[in-house]
């Protein structure tokens, strides 16, 4: 199953970017996405939309914004998780790149709460710039920090070591968040997945310090402090985001731009999406499947419970940013 979900220049905005996708505890499927209405920078007047799909991904509701204001103000980033005690789906995002805010839905992504700011309890006083994921948060399941929720985001800090990646996590069902130990220099956009023995890993997208490839952290508390970087030179990376999802186990899905030829530690082209399925954790990737030979770029996992595989991401014919991509499938 493959469809363009959004397309640029329709339904009232210039383009859309950054998906994200998660399923609910009735399984229904929700896709956020930044609408972006003038053009397609990064700053201006975006809104945080979502499309609902309540039968695996085969039809879809009508675009809805989930949060937005008036004139140049931007509100995206989106990361939400599940949480699967209480069934709130919760969502971070950004307010013009730097205050972070959270709402949540108790009726299956239908309707949602007026946001709260997290500033406070999310980003440190130094920070400058920050983004909440993009992609997925998780809840903890194989620890003792069970029921745990978990956001990767990033930042930077203009005076010492640049761009760093972190994690907030909540113990209290989202009602208060707390901030994790940082990963730099150079680190970036980040998604987190939880292995078997309750290990967290976080692939990481390096900005600065870059080989060409991914990055890796991993984490023993539950996301509180975490390992110093190590690049994956089993993934190349063109300086964009990717995303990792675990299909349970050490069963694990990971999805970006993985062009071909030579790693280029300052930016390669941003094409040919692919997937890749580790039964190890992400040791080794052995079965890929190219979702998108074309140009592409974001992307976002999800993995269902019969064991298949969702994925939202940007792809086009002449940029990668002409559609936002749904595709089904299993390896």
Excluded at 15 to 34: K, M, V
Excluded at 153 to 166: A, F, K, L
Excluded at 220 to 225: E, F, L, N, P
Excluded at 271 to 292: C, D, V, Y
């Amino acid at each position: 199953m493959k469809m363009n979900l959004f397309t640029s220049g329709n339904d009232g905005y210039h383009s859309y970017r950054i998906p994200s996708i998660i399923i609910t505890q009735s399984e229904t499927l929700l896709a956020f996405c930044e609408g972006r209405r003038n053009n397609r920078r990064d700053h201006g007047d975006i809104d945080l939309l979502v499309k609902r799909s309540e039968d695996g991904g085969k039809t879809w509701s009508d675009q809805q914004v989930v949060y937005g204001e008036p004139g140049e103000i931007t509100i995206g980033n989106p990361c939400p998780v599940v949480d699967q005690e209480t069934g709130t789906i919760w969502m971070p995002f950004c307010r013009d790149n730097n205050d972070v805010f959270i709402t949540h839905s108790n009726d299956d992504g239908k309707t949602w709460s007026v946001p709260t700011d997290i500033t406070s309890s999310a980003k440190k006083p130094a920070w400058g710039w920050y983004a909440t994921g993009p992609g997925v948060g998780i809840q903890l399941q194989n620890s003792q920090y069970k029921g745990r929720l978990v956001i990767p985001c990033d930042h930077r800090e203009d005076t010492t070591y640049g761009n760093g990646s972190h994690t907030i996590y909540s113990d209290d069902h989202g009602k208060t968040w707390q901030l994790s130990t940082l990963m730099q220099p150079g680190a970036n956009e980040c998604q987190v997945i939880e292995l078997a023995d309750g290990t967290l890993k976080m692939d990481i997208r390096m900005q600065n310090h870059s080989e060409g490839y991914r990055a890796t952290s991993t984490s023993q508390d539950g996301g509180h402090t975490w390992s110093s970087i190590e690049h994956d030179h089993n993934l190349i990376c063109p300086k964009c985001q990717a995303s990792i999802v675990s299909l349970g186990g050490n069963r694990v899905v990971f999805s970006n731009p993985a062009y071909q030829g030579e790693a280029n530690p300052n930016r390669g082209p941003r094409e040919n999406m692919t997937a890749r399925l580790s039964e190890n954790g992400g040791i080794t990737w052995p079965q890929e499947k190219f979702l998108h030979a074309g140009p592409s770029a974001y992307s976002c996992l999800t993995s269902f419970s019969n064991g298949d595989v969702g994925c939202l991401y940007e792809a086009g014919e002449g940029t990668p940013y002409d559609h936002l991509v749904f595709e089904r499938f299993r390896f």
